[in-house]
């Protein structure tokens, strides 16, 4: 019952991999299967997901297409828009993790606006088998594809790593007739990221792009793995009869493609969210719990922060307010107060920067541009926040003011990062999308 938002992916985007597929596999284009998996947003939660803290998330009508047939026996054969060279393997090789650098963490993952060598971007469909085998799933039947990421867009900072491993996943599931639930393919792809790729991240990411429901909020409880989808009061239909939104999302690109060399890394910060659990929980006799801050009381914390470093407590006062903010914005979200649910993203970007300390300065203008912007609501980092886009709510009828007026302001502070831009759009306007899904044959299978 998903409702089609945005226009995305439109009929002659799926015709063309339809097409392209049946050139490289020689098969019918009626054949070919596909698989939509979105990008997605954190409005709120951000970094507390691999601390079993509670997050929030939904997805955008851009993201990951992959087009294949199931292949006759169980070879591999993958092509790419954005890639140079062909992939090739087979279902029933045994897949080992890859190892990746403790200190670079998310700067490793890839990145669809440039071209990969073959060993790189194989790495999601390898690591799709390894974490498959590992469940004790032993396929037989390979897949033929091609995998295209949204057009122009930098997607970094919309996941688009997990909208790749779920892609590749929902695919060999399919052509082996395997019926996975969606915890259980987030499980799956938290072991592509965390033992195949080893990115110490958490599972919000895949959560947002198995769970979500247009117009919806999904709450995710990364401890417990409790989600809901929080519905909004009220969802009107617009002029064309598809349910309209009051709100659109922005996406401002900063033009940053390389973390900078003086960003701490993403694993980096997730070691130090653990060494104050650590501290907090020898301090208050539960030192037999996981060091992870969702195991500590918050008022634990308050009694024992004092035997923290100084960044130990700003990283867990990140944790514990961002809990916070996101119950309070479900509460917003499900009452339809945009006004303070805006308020909270913000907050939550001000704790990204001051708490959790993974900005850069552009990142940190285009944010404070953002909130100057017309009818903006509130505004974020999007994802990890070392390098790649700012999110924000903006009132509907504003959005397109609000881009011009970020473009414009951007420019004016960072004049080489935004000519960098020019393949892409500097700000793009979005609509909230639905989950992940496989499809086949007819467009209208999409409702
Ligand atoms: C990346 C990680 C997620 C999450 C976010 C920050 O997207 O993959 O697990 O930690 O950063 O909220």
């Not at 200190?103 to 088998?129: F, H, M, V």
């Not at 909020?217 to 909004?232: A, G, R, Y």
């Not at 119950?327 to 001051?354: H, R, V, Y």
């Not at 397109?400 to 473009?407: D, I, L």
């Amino acid at each position: 019952m998903g409702v089609f938002s945005g226009h995305w992916p439109s009929e002659s985007e799926l015709d063309k991999i339809r097409n392209k597929v049946a050139e490289l596999s020689g098969r019918d284009a009626q054949e070919v299967r596909l698989v939509i998996s979105p990008y997605r947003i954190c409005p709120l939660g951000a970094h507390i997901d691999h601390q079993g803290g509670s997050v929030s998330a939904m997805t955008i009508n851009k993201g990951i297409l992959l087009g294949f047939v199931p292949s006759n026996d169980s070879q591999v054969t993958l092509q790419s828009a954005q890639f140079e060279g062909e992939v090739l393997f087979r279902v029933d090789e045994v897949q080992l993790p890859k190892h990746m650098s403790e200190t670079n963490g998310l700067t490793e993952q890839i990145d669809l606006s440039t071209p990969q060598e073959e060993c790189k971007w194989g790495n999601y469909a390898r690591g799709a088998i390894y974490a498959l085998q590992s469940r004790g799933n032993h396929l037989k039947t390979g897949i033929t594809g091609f995998i295209c990421g949204s057009e122009g867009l930098d997607s970094s900072g919309l996941s688009s790593s997990a909208a790749v491993g779920v892609a590749y996943l929902l695919a060999f599931e399919s052509a082996n007739d395997l019926v996975v639930c969606p915890t259980e393919n987030i499980e799956y792809d938290r072991l592509i990221e965390n033992e195949y790729l080893g990115l110490k991240n958490g599972i919000l990411d895949q959560s947002a792009i198995l769970l979500s429901s247009y117009g919806c909020l999904t709450f995710m409880n990364c401890k417990t793995i409790e989600h809901k989808l929080i519905h909004p009061p009220e969802v009107q239909n617009n002029h064309e009869g598809e349910r309209g939104n009051a709100y659109k999302i922005l996406l401002a690109f900063s033009g940053l493609k390389q973390a900078l060399t003086t960003s701490p890394g993403y694993n980096r910060r997730v070691v130090e969210c653990q060494e104050a659990a650590k501290v907090l929980l020898q301090a208050s006799g539960n030192e037999e719990l996981e060091p992870v801050l969702s195991n500590v009381k918050p008022e634990d914390f308050e009694v024992h922060k004092s035997k923290l470093e100084a960044n130990l407590v700003k990283r867990a006062e990140h944790y514990f307010s961002e809990n916070e903010r996101v119950l309070k914005g479900l509460d917003a979200w499900a009452s339809g107060n945009l006004k303070e649910f805006g308020d909270l993203i913000t907050a939550s970007g001000l704790s990204s920067i001051q708490n959790y300390e993974c900005g850069c300065e552009p990142l940190i203008q285009l944010y404070e541009v953002l909130l100057r912007a017309p009818g903006v609501l509130g505004a974020r980092f999007s994802g990890a926040g070392f390098r790649g886009c700012c999110l924000a709510f903006v009132e509907a009828d504003r959005a397109e003011e609000a881009a011009s007026f970020v473009k414009n302001e951007y420019f004016k502070l960072q004049p080489n990062l935004a000519s960098h831009l020019n393949q892409g759009p500097a700000v793009l306007i979005c609509d909230a999308s639905d989950s992940a899904r496989v499809i086949s044959n007819t467009f209208s299978q999409l409702d």
